[in-house]
């Protein structure tokens, strides 16, 4: 039957695979904070795209709003003119 000595001994990690797992660890945490810092950076820089976009869009349709108000007044001009 073991005796607690055998189960520590069992037990024992060397101090190299310590060091293997921290850095191991170490270099996991720093790759998962610069994915998020990378994601977080696309993200905003997309949102500012889609935001200059949508207000491209917002004044293309102002501008198509008053050339269709433009051309409805001046479509029946001639006939009044005419007439």
Do not use: C, H
Request: glycine share 2%.
């Amino acid at each position: 039957m073991p005796g607690l000595k055998d189960v520590l001994k069992a037990l024992e990690v060397d101090n190299t695979e310590i060091a293997v797992v921290q850095e191991t660890s170490t270099s996991a945490t720093m790759t998962t904070n610069a994915t998020r810092w990378n994601v977080e950076n696309y993200s905003e820089a997309l949102l500012e795209k889609i935001e200059k976009a949508v207000e491209l869009l917002e004044s293309r349709s102002d501008q198509m709003q008053k050339f269709i108000e433009y051309r409805s007044q001046t479509e029946f001009l001639p006939m009044v003119i005419n007439n």
